[in-house]
């Protein structure tokens, strides 16, 4: 795992970080590291759990700012960093700038643009499910030429329920209705899977939390014994990038 101690302020991309543990904050920068295709000084970084007010220019200086998935946080709560990461979110919608949020990122996303976030743990998705794109999702540039099916690694207990008015549904599953949105032409997008995550990674990340996610025993070695390649789901990170930002 690749170790991430300094920021790289003038990187063209910034990862945004809702993280309470240093290995896990460094496994996930790593990981979108690897699917967004870019080298290590590319991506910068601020932990809002470190950081709740963070610099402003910083964030608005980046080319595209993407918001990662939070453990423990619930997208349904309040926390220290929540005003700026609304403020962050509103400003990205108001200059039509690029903005990627995934699993938490996602949610937040939505939550923020006037959707609804609900946490229901009896419709939790964790490990690999296969995700469904609509007829939005077949047609949309970011997404064009996926598969209408394919499998994509998860860890939540929260859902979109509601999509903003001005989001676009992209994808679904049979438990968790929108897993994939975008503000309507606009670089906005969500994903509720977890697009920087391999098999390998997912386990790495699920070792960690699988009191949170999954306290069987059973259904952790289920997961990390079967595992399912997700190159579709994992490509999506670098098609962004490669499509807002293509200097990166």
Partial sequence: MSAHNTPYPDAPILLLQVRERVDVEQQEWACFVEQCGV?????????????????????????????????????????PFTNALTEIIQQRDTDATPLFGACYGHQFIARVLGGRVETDVSRAEVGTHEVTLSDSGTS??????????????????????RLPDSAIELAHSPRSRNQILRIAD?????????????????????????????PEDDEFARISQNPTPTPDAVSILRRFIEMYVPNA
């Fill in 186 to 214: 606009k670089p906005i997008y969500g994903v509720q899977f977890h697009s920087e995550l391999t098999h390998e990674r997912l386990i790495e990340r699920l070792v960690i939390y699988q009191e949170l996610y999954m």
């Fill in 140 to 161: 949309d540039p970011l997404l064009a030429g996926l598969p209408t099916q394919f499998p994509a690694n998860m860890g939540h207990n929260d859902h979109v329920t």
């Fill in 39 to 79: 080298a290590e000084e590319q991506l910068d970084t601020i932990n809002l759990v470190r950081e709740p007010s963070p610099d402003m220019k910083r964030i608005a200086d980046a080319q595209a700012v993407l918001i990662g998935g939070a453990g423990v946080y619930s997208a349904t709560k309040d926390y």
